[in-house]
């Protein structure tokens, strides 16, 4: 538990994290918060004023965390292999925290508390397709395409529904493959 004197907002967030990673997004309640952070839940509004604007804050954190991730795993790669290293660490961050994922709506960017860091998230993922050439409509066009295909396959892998014995990766190399040869044509 933290203690009273010592909650500030990012220590609310990092709570509501943690519920959010054991319970999922419908198990983050300004209340559950409190708990975990030893205050009466009045004493939440000090730092956050209601529970939307706590799961926007949630959001934002996600969102930082997936930019970093993505980050990562590009950083100093270009071409087919920035693509291919950002695609499996998308994979990977979904199938490893699918409840967090979960806590980042459709549509960050409209969004008043979320929309800058999904702007960051979104520019990794413009810079990473830059070495095709693609700018404007068709660096939106190739990003959802992206997006598309990675949100859907691993947001499927993580709730289990792929039940036939063949490999994932497998399934997911073709499709990055397929991606690849996509961004190729467009070049």
């Given at each position: 538990?933290?203690a ?6 990012a ?19 300004l ?5 975990r ?18 799961r ?10 997936m930019?970093e ?81 990675v949100?859907?396959f691993?947001?499927?892998e993580?709730?289990g529904?792929?039940g ?24």
């Open positions: 538990m933290v009273r004197n010592r909650l500030t907002p220590k609310v967030v990092d709570a509501a994290l943690d519920l959010v990673d054991e319970h999922g997004v419908e198990g983050l309640t209340a559950a918060v409190a708990t952070t030893g205050v009466a839940a009045p004493s939440l509004y000090k730092h956050v004023a209601s529970l939307a604007e706590l926007a804050h949630v959001g934002v954190r996600v969102l930082e965390n930019t991730w993505f980050t990562d795993a590009v950083l100093g790669l270009s071409g087919d292999e920035a693509v291919t290293a950002l695609m499996h660490a998308y994979r990977a961050y979904v199938v490893r925290h699918p409840k967090r994922y979960s806590a980042v709506p459709v549509d960050p960017l409209h969004d008043e508390i979320q929309g800058a860091a999904g702007r960051k998230l979104m520019e990794v993922m413009f810079a990473t397709l830059r070495g095709y050439g693609l700018e404007g409509s068709e660096a939106v066009h190739a990003t959802r395409r992206l997006r598309v295909i949100h859907g691993a947001s499927i993580a709730e529904g792929f036939l014995p063949e490999g994932l990766d497998d399934t997911y190399d073709q499709l990055i493959r397929m991606y690849l040869d996509d961004l190729r044509g467009k070049s």
